[in-house]
């Protein structure tokens, strides 16, 4: 049964997962937490996250997932540039994400741990700050081959 089930089932708000989380790390009914749920949940406490860095019971956060996930605390990101438990942060996800702050991709215009921002999912980012845009008609770093769709129109 997945976690919205189990929650519809016994009339337990979706916002209060995490407390059921909390409470029962091992998941319930003898499964375990989906962590792709989890992951993607928009009420993740990230000092749960940090205090579970390897994931529950033997599964990894899903790194896609926490990256997309709307709530992202971007310090977070700062703070574990590298990702968690030897898994990166998934750059079309942080690259998508609707709370992007564009501070934080000016301040790293090469993308984080080698990876390059996925300029498909800045561009498709429906906060794209256009002056962020206007400033890089190139895209970052100059690479012509990943461009944002800019085009100037004359009126």
């Known amino acids: 049964m997945s976690i919205r089930k189990f929650l519809r089932y016994h009339n337990i708000h979706y916002d209060s997962v995490l407390t059921l989380v909390n409470k029962y790390p091992d998941g319930l009914n003898g499964k375990p937490w989906d962590m792709e749920g989890l992951s993607e949940n928009p009420n993740l406490d990230w000092q749960f996250v940090l205090d579970h860095p390897n994931g529950l019971n033997d599964q990894h956060w899903h790194m896609c997932e926490l990256s997309r996930n709307p709530k992202l605390?971007?310090?977070?990101?700062?703070?574990?540039?590298?990702?968690?438990?030897?898994?990166?942060?998934?750059?079309?996800?942080?690259?998508?994400?609707?709370?992007?702050?564009?501070?934080?991709?000016?301040?790293?215009?090469?993308?984080?741990?080698?990876?390059?921002?996925?300029?498909?999912?800045l561009s498709r980012n429906p906060n794209l700050d256009w002056g962020f845009v206007h400033d890089h008609p190139k895209g970052l770093m100059g690479n012509l081959g990943i461009c944002f769709v800019y085009q100037t129109i004359q009126i």
Do not use: A, I, T, Y
């Open 73 to 121: 605390d971007w310090q977070f990101v700062c703070d574990h540039p590298n990702g968690l438990n030897g898994e990166p942060w998934h750059m079309g996800g942080l690259s998508h994400n609707l709370s992007l702050n564009w501070q934080f991709v000016r301040d790293h215009p090469e993308g984080l741990n080698g990876q390059p921002w996925n300029m498909k999912g």
